[in-house]
């Protein structure tokens, strides 16, 4: 059932009161808006392990942060990077918010939820642990190594963090995944099964098994581990993969009513989603562009907005070759002749590619956009592709007025979601 038709039997608006982030430019909302107005690259060579023996030695990496540090002694070995830089990011976001959980009754925990998505959840944390079994050294591995390995697990550690007894569901697509759990969260609401959910993406990809699995896909570039702040080229004529990135963007999502009442600050609401499959292969994008031009369209239909009513739009912009063309055609698919004139970027410039959480990631440069009058640039951008022939916001950031966006994403598995966003008002 399409979110607009779900939204009509309920007469309260959905929108994003509470934002944190724990990301490669910085962690904390005023960190990563203030990488994104200055046009900061946060692509390093890995940190955390030694990356020598490996053709790709950078990503986007958190750094200047203990995640771990938010957990009791305790509890640190049992509980994966993913999972830990979701806490932290949704500390923020609760506090954000205006929420208190300490002074919560029963009753209001029972009606906040939780809905994160993740590709590899724990994938690191899994990794850690047999490598403790091949060292020969099994007492160090963690007793939890399967819980917390199931990517289900990563849900419930928010939900044991913060004592959020309401549903605590991740949702697991590929790169579509916080984009859909977004949705989720606003249909629990819109449903009635909510009245608040905790919802956005996690991903800390950066292990070596994970790093090699990747180098041989061919997938990731090899071209700059010496200019890392470069590696990333979303659109750009020479570009030639993609940068791995990890990071936790993590949201509070309720009714405008709810948020009104608490005083807190309204970023967006959330107005159209839409997802569709191209059904056609495990990594490799059909050419036609159709399928992902058709979630767009749906997402705006969904909203009740015309493509001429967009500001802007927050492109997947991978930087690989397949990815940037065919997401350029989809978008002229969908927007016609509107399409030259929508200022458009890739957050990943800046951020390289955080899997799961490239949704959440993207709508954080739309809120930065709408709240901040400053739309995120492409960077790296010095010569487009002849195919790639759109306003990519090249290079710097650009001030504008954008009172509705669109937030675009491809997976693997063939997947396409979009989510469509209207500026919040604070009058």
């Known amino acids: 059932m399409p979110f607009a038709h779900t939204r009509t039997f309920r007469s309260d608006r959905i929108v994003i009161s509470g934002f944190g982030c724990v990301t490669p430019l910085g962690n904390s909302r005023e960190s990563l808006w203030e990488g994104f107005r200055n046009a900061r690259s946060g692509i390093r060579r890995i940190g955390a392990f030694d990356p020598a023996q490996f053709p790709v030695q950078i990503a986007g990496e958190v750094r200047d942060l203990d995640p771990y540090s938010v957990l009791s002694a305790k509890d640190r070995q049992h509980v994966s990077r993913a999972a830990a830089l979701a806490i932290v990011a949704a500390g923020q976001a609760i506090e954000d918010a205006r929420l208190n959980p300490e002074n919560l009754t029963i009753e209001e925990r029972r009606r906040i939820g939780v809905i994160i998505g993740s590709g590899g959840g724990g994938l690191e944390f899994t990794e850690r642990q047999y490598a403790h079994w091949f060292r020969g050294e099994p007492k160090k591995a963690s007793v939890y190594t399967i819980p917390t390995s199931t990517i289900g697990t990563l849900s419930s550690e928010l939900s044991m963090a913060f004592q959020f007894h309401g549903p605590s569901h991740v949702i697991s697509t590929g790169c579509t995944s916080s984009t859909d759990a977004l949705f989720y969260a606003c249909e629990s609401i819109a449903n009635g099964r909510a009245d608040m959910v905790i919802a956005g993406g996690a991903d800390a990809p950066l292990a070596p098994g994970i790093l090699a699995g990747f180098c041989l896909m061919r997938i990731l570039t090899e071209s700059w581990n010496n200019e890392p702040e470069k590696g990333s080229r979303p659109f750009s004529k020479d570009r030639d993969g993609f940068v791995l990135g990890e990071g936790a963007w993590i949201y509070v999502l309720e009714t405008e009513r709810s948020a009104r009442q608490r005083g807190a600050h309204v970023y967006a609401e959330i107005l159209g989603y839409a997802s569709t499959c191209d059904a056609h292969h495990r990594v490799r994008l059909d ?141």
């Open 287 to 427: 050419e036609s562009g159709i399928e992902p031009a058709r979630a767009m369209e749906l997402a705006l239909d969904d909203a009740g907005l015309k493509p001429a009513d967009i500001d802007y739009v927050n492109l997947h912009g991978t930087s690989t070759d397949l990815n940037d063309r065919i997401e350029t055609r989809a978008v002229k698919l969908c927007f016609g002749e509107a399409a030259a004139r929508i200022p458009m970027s890739a957050t990943k410039s800046m951020i390289g590619h955080p899997q799961g959480a490239s949704g959440a990631a993207g709508i954080s440069a739309v809120l930065c956009a709408m709240n901040e009058g400053v739309i995120p640039p492409t960077l790296n951008l010095h010569e487009q592709a002849p195919e790639c022939d759109l306003d990519y916001v090249p290079l710097v950031a650009r001030k504008a007025e954008v009172r509705y966006a669109l937030a675009n994403c491809i997976g693997f598995g063939s997947k396409n979601s979009a989510l469509v966003l209207g500026r919040g008002s604070n009058d």
